[in-house]
């Protein structure tokens, strides 16, 4: 059974930067898509970013275009996320998860870690 787990949250002033950690385990991650959706207090989760085995192609929310960065090592079994000039409404849960790209681009992979607190203060 694959299981992920993210890290690398915390607290950061407005402008500040971040980068979370996913570690998989019990399955090799190259054969998987990949992704980290995010949600805020009293809001609907959503999709942040997303790429495929080889991160031939990613893709971003518009919200985090030009700040935040995905990317893989499948050797380490790691996915990443920068966040870069992080503002406070990027404060949420960051959830790393992983399945087919058709069904991360879905926004139901089968695959979630259980999230990391990121916090930008104002």
């Known amino acids: 059974q694959l299981q992920l787990v993210e890290s690398g949250g915390g607290l950061v002033q407005s402008g500040g930067s971040l980068r979370l950690s996913c570690a998989a385990s019990?399955?090799?991650?190259?054969?998987?898509?990949v992704a980290w959706f995010r949600q805020a207090p009293g809001k609907e989760r959503e999709g942040v970013s997303c790429?495929?085995?080889?991160?031939?192609?990613?893709n971003y929310a518009d919200s985090v275009k030009g700040r935040f960065t995905i990317s893989r090592d499948n050797a380490k079994n790691m996915v990443y996320l920068q966040m870069n000039s992080l503002k406070p409404e990027d404060t949420a849960v960051y959830y790393c998860?992983?399945?087919?790209?058709?069904?991360?681009?879905?926004?139901?992979?089968?695959?979630w870690g259980h999230g990391t607190q990121v916090t930008v203060s104002s």
């Open positions: 998860a992983t399945d087919s790209i058709q069904a991360v681009v879905a926004g139901i992979p089968r695959y």
């Open positions: 790429a495929t085995t080889r991160s031939d192609v990613t």
């Open positions: 019990g399955s090799n991650l190259d054969r998987y898509a």
